[in-house]
């Protein structure tokens, strides 16, 4: 059996019983939504790494403690671990992230987009420097929300895992996001749309 069809509860039992390779895979298979959603909460490539690499020394130490009892939950688990210390680090830093693009990174690098002429990319880039910028507005609940349904990929029952509340919740936080993204639309008579 190849290691992409193994679950994660059987590569940690793998990791467990003295194979690195189980670890190698989770972290492998995981690494791209975790990294991306500490990147979009911090704005900051080497602090995004970091905090990465901190969240697995993290999972790491649980792991081999015995300590972990998430069965079938892995991902969400990890996430929240990670958001977790984003936090922590703004705590010490007494401020919250702001968005600001850096010469290595820019959060509209993360989107896909298709096959467009220049002019539409341009266009599409503009509006998504807009919404993003939109969404710094938001309340803290309201763009984690946003940051991890539409950045970082998830389900919102992922969501409701990692923020430690009811899918019911995401799912109004979400809502009330969209609701208050229209209002400030509408505010700053912004027109989005190609």
């Known amino acids: 059996m190849r290691q992409t069809d193994v679950s994660d509860n059987e590569l940690i039992e793998q990791y467990l019983s003295g194979s690195e390779s189980g670890l190698q895979t989770l972290i492998v298979r995981h690494q791209k939504k975790v990294y991306t959603s500490i990147l979009l909460l911090v704005k900051d490539k080497e602090l995004a790494e970091d ?13 081999r403690s015995g300590n972990y009892k998430e069965e079938g939950k ?5 996430i929240r671990i990670g958001h ?7 705590r010490k830093q007494k401020r919250m992230p702001m968005v600001r693009d850096t010469e290595d990174y820019s ?14 990319r341009i266009i599409t880039s503009q509006i998504h420097d807009t919404i993003r910028q939109l969404v710094d507005f938001l309340p803290l ?24 509340v009811s899918i019911n919740t995401s799912l109004g936080r979400m809502r009330y996001a969209l609701i208050n993204l229209r ?3 509408k ?4 027109v989005l749309a190609k």
Do not use: G, Y
Not at 74 to 78: A, Q, R, S, T
Not at 107 to 120: A, W
């Open 74 to 78: 892995f991902l969400p688990w990890v």
């Open 51 to 63: 905090i990465f690499q901190e969240t697995f020394i993290k999972v790491i130490n649980t792991l």
């Open 107 to 120: 959060v509209m690098d993360s989107l896909k987009l298709t096959d467009e002429n220049i002019e539409d």
């Open 183 to 185: 209002k400030l639309i």
């Open 187 to 190: 505010e700053k008579q912004l």
């Open 141 to 164: 609940d309201q763009r984690e929300v946003v940051i991890m349904r539409h950045f970082a990929d998830m389900s919102f029952k992922e969501i409701a895992e990692c923020t430690n």
């Open 84 to 90: 977790n210390l984003v936090i922590d680090h703004f």
